[in-house]
């Protein structure tokens, strides 16, 4: 099962996913429509640039609850994505908002896995390598502004 190897799902909950979605989610022709009706997607409300209302839409309950349980146990899985995406949005948003942005996160990854057949690769939080460009660049300019010369050889290509 393609779904059960995202961090978070297990069989149970991919199971319960597939029957509220369907196996190929072909209801929903975007993973966007499939937030909106799951209940995941940010809610906004304004009216001449006045916030009334930031809650998300009612959705359906079942789906709203799995993926409230995914979200949980894909941020404890040490390594993931979804951790390092958690330590990032709980510093402003809270527990509560930073879980319900990593469960949109996650309904949209479900919509890609079922309807597109992509499988799920965890590249881990420090595997991307223009992230590690961007570090090894920002270092570099620190070490120059605080007056050394930096020269480095090309990194080889994996």
């Known amino acids: 099962m393609r779904l059960a190897e995202v961090p978070g799902y297990g069989v149970d909950s ?3 996913v597939i029957a509220e ?11 966007e429509q499939l937030s909106s009706w799951v209940g995941t997607c940010p809610g906004r409300e304004e009216s001449a640039e006045i916030s009334k209302n930031n809650r998300s839409p009612k959705g359906n309950r079942m789906m709203r609850r799995v993926l409230n349980q995914v979200a949980h146990a894909a941020v404890k899985t040490k390594g993931s994505v979804f951790q390092a995406l958690y330590r990032r ?19 949209r990854l479900t919509w890609k896995i079922l309807h597109q057949g992509v499988r799920y690769v965890e590249l881990g939080t420090r595997s991307n390598s223009r992230t590690i460009k961007a570090r090894a660049n920002k270092l570099i300019r620190e070490l120059r502004s605080l007056g050394y010369q930096v020269q480095l050889p090309q990194m080889p290509t994996p």
């Open 89 to 107: 949005l709980v510093i402003r948003l809270g527990h509560n908002k930073a879980i319900w942005a990593i469960a949109h996160r996650l309904c």
């Open 14 to 16: 991919a199971q319960q």
């Open 21 to 31: 979605v369907g196996p190929a989610a072909a209801t929903f022709p975007s993973p």
